[in-house]
C-alpha cells in the first residue's frame, strides 16, 4: 500500500510513511470489507459514511507538516483510523466526530488498541473544540462550502489547517491555510471528494 499507492504519488515525509506502514488499517474496517482494507480507494463505514482512501490519509498528513507533541484537531472521527496515523506520528490528537454511533464504536477501537494518544468528543465539528484551543494544526476529513472560522480562530500562531471547500457533494479542492506572525495565507492543493461536513449554520 504505502510502496504502491502513497510513494508513488510523490508523499516523502519520513514519519507519514513509517506511519502508515504502522497502523493497522483492516482494524478500522468492518470485519466483512477487511480483504479491501489496503486497496487504492475509500470504504463504506456505516452511517453513509467512509473511511478515506489510504493515500488521502497519507496526503493530508503530510500538508500538515505534523510532529511530535503537537496538539491536533481533528473533526470527522469517522473510522479513527487518520487520527491513529496522527497519533502515530507522536501527535497528541483531539478528534470530533458528529454521528453517535460512529463515536462509539470508534471511541471503543482508540482504547482497544491503546491509542491513548486520542481524545475522542461527540459533537458538531464546526465549532472546534474551543476549551483545548489553540492547536498546532487542524485537520477536516469532511467538506463544506467554506472554512468554519472557529476553526480557524482555534488554529495557532504558527499553524497550519488542512481541509476539502467546496459546495457540490463530494467533490471540493484540498485547502491548506497557514498562520504565521499574525497573517493567514491559504493556498489550494487540488480537488479531493470527500463526505459532506454538516454544520450547525445549516450547510
Ligand atoms: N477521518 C475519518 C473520515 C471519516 S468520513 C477516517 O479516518 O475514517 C467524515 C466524518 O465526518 C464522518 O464520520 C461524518 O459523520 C463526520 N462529520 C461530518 N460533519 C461533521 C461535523 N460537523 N462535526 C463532526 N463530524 C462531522
Known amino acids: 500500500m504505502v510502496r504502491e499507492q502513497i510513494e508513488a504519488r510523490g508523499v516523502r515525509d519520513p514519519r507519514v510513511l513509517a506511519a502508515m506502514r504502522a497502523v ?41 507538516e505534523a510532529g511530535p507533541g503537537m496538539r491536533v484537531l481533528e473533526i470527522g472521527t469517522g473510522s479513527g483510523y487518520q487520527a491513529a496515523v496522527l497519533a502515530q506520528m507522536g501527535c497528541e490528537v483531539y478528534t470530533v466526530e458528529r454521528v453517535k454511533e460512529l463515536y462509539l464504536a470508534t471511541r471503543k477501537r482508540f482504547t482497544q488498541l491503546k491509542y ?4 475522542p468528543k461527540l459533537d458538531d465539528g464546526t465549532l472546534g473544540w474551543p476549551s483545548e484551543a489553540p492547536f498546532d494544526r487542524v485537520v477536516v476529513t469532511a467538506g463544506g462550502p467554506e472554512v468554519p472560522q472557529p476553526l480557524v480562530d482555534q488554529l495557532g500562531d504558527p499553524g497550519i489547517l488542512v481541509i476539502p471547500v467546496g459546495t457540490s457533494k463530494r467533490q471540493q479542492e484540498l485547502v491548506r491555510i497557514r498562520k504565521e506572525e499574525g497573517r493567514v495565507v491559504r493556498e489550494s492543493k487540488g480537488g479531493v471528494a470527500f463526505v459532506d461536513l454538516v454544520g450547525a449554520h445549516g450547510w
Open 116 to 119: 491513548f494518544r486520542v481524545r
Open 24 to 64: 493497522p488499517r483492516h482494524l478500522f474496517v468492518q470485519e466483512a470489507l477487511r480483504a479491501q482494507a489496503y486497496q487504492d480507494h475509500p470504504l463504506p463505514i456505516g452511517n453513509g459514511q467512509t473511511i478515506s482512501q489510504p493515500y488521502i490519509v497519507a496526503l493530508m498528513s503530510e500538508l500538515l
